[in-house]
Each structure stands twice: as structure tokens, then as C-alpha cells.
């Protein structure tokens, strides 16, 4: 899986500050995904991604803002960060979508202080 | 709340034993794919099942999903140490106008040597 690369690994925060996870994949994968993992909720989708320049809501995008200006790269934007945005985020990519299996990255533990 | 179910969430095994984890959705599904993933580690990848009643095998894994396409399993036999993480079920649900992924909550894994 070194082809999607996730960064950075852990972060903390303040409350109300803004930042950014940084998803990298190396594969030309047409669709990229967003999932936050928490315990009791399992993965849920953020945003998610069909090509450059094409982004959409999944579950539960509140607060949070994606880009995708070049394939490769999908970064995800926490405008004013809460503590109920502390959580594992997983990026993740995918050739054909929801019709072939996922590749997730290894993920970045944020913390929300 | 979950559209898609998962028993037991938790089981603990005497290695060599076997173990199977059921996914349930309230839907008809398109598709099933399994992701297991290490303690401390990243959903990866197993199988995806497409046809009703298809049964797909790995080495000790044995994949099934249901004729009605809104179940599935996962059997392991024997059991090793190497099994131990959580399994996810994603099944694909058609909507109105785009597919949707939807992630069961896991079933965890432990392996007692």
C-alpha cells in the first residue's frame, strides 16, 4: 500500500484552529474518499471524489472541506476544528470506485484539544 | 443509524478454532466487499462478492453472499494469530442516482494462543 501515502500521522490541534490533512496516491486512481473512524461509529464517509476537479458530500461533511485540483493529491481541510472532530482519518483510493475494492492509507490520528 | 449489521461485534477464540462474522443489510446490495484491519492499522482490501449466492474462498477465509443479495459471511478455519484485527463489511447500495458505500461496524477479532 505504499502508493497512497497519508500526512501527517498524528496531529494536535486547538479548538478553532484550522488544518489540514494532506492524502497523496501514486496510482492515477480516478476516485479518492475521505473516511473518519471512530469507536461505535465504524468508517463514515466525509467527502469523496470522482475525478480532478469533482468532489461530493458523503455522510457527514460538516466542517470539513476537500480540493482536488490534481489527481494525485486530496487533501482535507478542517475549517475551525472541534473536539468532536478528534478521530482517525483515513483517505483512500479506488480505479473504478465503488465497484472495485479501496485502498486505504495509513491513516492520521488527529487530536482536537 | 447503521443500514448495515454486523455480529458478533466482538469474539474471542482458543487458536484453531474457527470464527465467522455475518454482515446483514436492510437492503438489497449490488455488491459486498470485506476489509480486515490490524489493531493500530488501515482497512485493507479482501474480496469482493457480486452474484447471489457466490462463494469465494482464500486459503482459509471463505467469503458467501446470500441469495438475496442482503447478507454475507465470512468464515476462517483454524483460526490463527496472524487472523486477529477487525473485519468490515461494505456493502453498495443503489440510490436514487449514485451508488453508496456503506460500511458495517466491525467484527473484532481475538485469536488466544
Known amino acids: 500500500d505504499a502508493g497512497i501515502t497519508q500526512s501527517p500521522r498524528y496531529k494536535i490541534t486547538e479548538t478553532g484552529r484550522q488544518v489540514t490533512l494532506m492524502c497523496h496516491q501514486t496510482w492515477s486512481h480516478s476516485y479518492m474518499f475521505w473516511y473518519r473512524q471512530d469507536l461505535g461509529h465504524g468508517l463514515r464517509l466525509i467527502y469523496y471524489?470522482?475525478?480532478?476537479?469533482?468532489?461530493d458530500k458523503g455522510e457527514v461533511p460538516d466542517g470539513y472541506v476537500v480540493s482536488r485540483s490534481k489527481t494525485e493529491n486530496f487533501p482535507l481541510t478542517l475549517e475551525s476544528a472541534t473536539r468532536s472532530q478528534t478521530s482517525v482519518y483515513f483517505c483512500?483510493?479506488?480505479?473504478?470506485?465503488?465497484?472495485?475494492?479501496?485502498?486505504f492509507g495509513s491513516g492520521t490520528r488527529l487530536t482536537v484539544v | 443509524g447503521q443500514q448495515v449489521m454486523q455480529i458478533p461485534q466482538y469474539q474471542h477464540v482458543q487458536e484453531g478454532e474457527d470464527f465467522t462474522t455475518y454482515c446483514n443489510s436492510s437492503?438489497?446490495?449490488?455488491?459486498i466487499q470485506w476489509y480486515k484491519q490490524r489493531p493500530g492499522g488501515h482497512p485493507v482490501f479482501l474480496i469482493q462478492?457480486?452474484?447471489?449466492?457466490e462463494v469465494k474462498k482464500q486459503k482459509r477465509l471463505t467469503f458467501q453472499f446470500g441469495e438475496a443479495k442482503k447478507n454475507s459471511s465470512l468464515h476462517i478455519t483454524a483460526t490463527q494469530t496472524t487472523d486477529v484485527g477487525t473485519y468490515f463489511c461494505?456493502?453498495?447500495?443503489?440510490?436514487?442516482?449514485?451508488?453508496?458505500?456503506?460500511f458495517g461496524p466491525g467484527t473484532s477479532l481475538s485469536v488466544i494462543p
Open positions: 471524489s470522482a475525478a480532478a476537479d469533482i468532489t
Open positions: 461494505a456493502g453498495l447500495r443503489k440510490e436514487t442516482s449514485y451508488d453508496k458505500v456503506i
Open positions: 437492503t438489497t446490495l449490488s455488491n
Open positions: 483512500a483510493s479506488s480505479e473504478i470506485g465503488e465497484w472495485g475494492g479501496y485502498t
Open positions: 462478492l457480486v452474484k447471489s449466492g
